[in-house]
């Protein structure tokens, strides 16, 4: 398998996080070999919503927000849901945790209202990202260049950053973050400088 040896982080609360967000790119990154953990907040189970409404799956975490450490892994994504990425961005475990993955020039990964967090998070500002559309204000008075695309990679701030919209998206979210793993694995794990 292409992603054998690699550990992926996943951000949540225990509530809100959009079902297809979390499960769709976790199945996806386990079928291509990496190891997935999911860091809550508390040690109980993850509430996920469809669509921000109906009841989804439970998903139980691995380890906590607080718990977890950037250097165990080579990735974090954060999933959205707008009940689980309002209360997240708040979280201050959270955001060093995707500042600490940032600093190390790992990849950080986000989709629909999941880019909450990196704006809280100190990473937006000069690079090209996109989201659900009703943050688009918020990222680019952070700095950010928002385009309106499926995904959006940028290489160009000391650490890959992918980002999607919405779960329609999925796909293409989920290859572009296996994409730029086999990439750094077959650099040696060095980072390119250009978008």
């Given at each position: 398998?292409?992603?054998?040896?690699?550990?992926?982080?996943?951000?949540?609360?225990?509530?809100?996080t959009e079902q297809d967000e979390l499960r769709g790119p976790m199945a996806h990154l386990r079928e291509a070999g990496a190891r997935v953990t999911v860091a809550a907040r508390r040690h109980e189970p993850v509430l996920t919503l469809i669509s921000d409404r109906r009841p989804g799956a439970v998903v139980?975490?691995?380890?906590?927000?607080?718990?977890?450490?950037?250097?165990?892994?080579?990735?974090?994504?954060v999933p959205g849901g707008t009940v689980n990425a309002d209360r997240l961005r708040t979280e201050v475990?959270?955001?060093r945790l995707v500042s600490a993955f940032a600093d190390a020039g790992k990849l950080v990964a986000s989709?629909?209202?999941?880019?909450?967090?990196?704006?809280?998070?100190?990473v937006v500002g000069g690079r090209d990202l996109t989201s659900y559309p009703s943050l688009r204000t918020d990222l680019e008075n952070a700095g950010a260049s928002w385009h309106d695309r499926q995904v959006v990679v940028d290489r160009s701030g000391g650490h890959p950053l992918i980002t999607s919209r919405r779960p329609a998206d999925l796909d293409a979210f989920s290859a572009a973050i296996v994409d730029a793993l086999e990439e750094s694995?077959?650099?040696g794990g060095r980072r390119t400088a250009t978008r």
């Open positions: 398998m292409t992603l054998d040896g690699t550990n992926i982080l996943f951000l949540t609360t225990n509530y809100g139980e975490p691995d380890t906590t927000l607080a718990e977890a450490e950037a250097e165990d892994y080579d990735a974090v994504v475990t959270a955001q989709i629909c209202h999941g880019p909450w967090l990196l704006l809280e998070s100190g694995r077959h650099a």
